[in-house]
């Protein structure tokens, strides 16, 4: 029988989002990733779906009310879908975090292997980030943990320099790399400081590594 992850001082699935995974998931635990994963990648993106998607087929594994029992009713705060419900966002907030990375660190080898981003070069071309417009940003600082770069930028038009962190794989960035749309002007909502995770390599499954192999070990 699954048991129930998430409580109201603990979020077990905090810390493999941060790629954290001393003590390794839990049977139950890498269950429940390996089941958001496949719900992800069939597409399966509003809450509702995902849910039933999971507790099916998981199903010889959960009781018949899915914990939401008469001690769940009794509580005064309470969750869509119920403490399971819980468990399923904590779980999926970890796993797309785990695939950004992937993504984002796939990129970056990618861009430092073919000599496109170098430490205080800078890169020319338009981007906005968070509402400011900008002609070229430099790369400061490189973040292989998690595939990110810090950027340094001066506002056009003033003297003023920005800093701000970008995912290698973040759709902005790799259309400013790209010759054929440099001279586009790639937006975003204001204050939106990381961008959309776009897709860098096509060809390779985003969670093949690290959480495949954690999923098929302790499955």
């Not at 001393?22 to 429940?32: E, I, K, N, V």
């Not at 595939?147 to 960035?173: C, W």
């Not at 204050?191 to 093949?208: A, H, K, L, W």
């Amino acid at each position: 029988m699954y048991q129930l992850q998430t409580t109201n001082s603990h979020n077990p699935f905090a810390k493999f989002a941060h790629n954290d995974f001393h003590g390794a998931p839990s049977r139950d635990q890498s269950t429940l990733m390996a089941l958001v994963t496949e719900a992800l990648q069939n597409g399966l993106f509003y809450t509702t779906d995902m849910f039933a998607f999971v507790t099916e087929s998981m199903k010889e594994l959960l009781p018949a009310d899915n914990f939401i029992d008469k001690e769940y009713l009794k509580k005064s705060m309470r969750t869509e879908h119920g403490p399971l419900g819980m468990d399923i966002y904590h779980c999926r907030k970890a796993v797309e975090k785990i695939i950004k990375d992937t993504n984002n660190r796939t990129a970056l080898n990618a861009l430092l292997r073919d000599g496109k981003v170098t430490i205080d070069k800078a890169i020319r071309g338009k981007i906005s980030v968070g509402g400011k417009n900008f002609s070229s940003v430099t790369p400061v600082t490189i973040l292989k943990s998690d595939g990110s770069i810090i950027f340094r930028a001066t506002g056009r038009g003033h003297k003023r320099e920005y800093e701000f962190t970008m995912g290698a794989n973040d759709t902005r960035l790799l259309q400013m790399l790209t010759p054929r749309v440099k001279d586009k002007t790639v937006t975003t909502a204001e204050g939106d400081s990381e961008g959309s995770n776009g897709v860098f390599i096509t060809t390779i499954d985003p969670t093949s590594n690290r959480l495949q192999e954690m999923t098929a070990q302790y499955a």
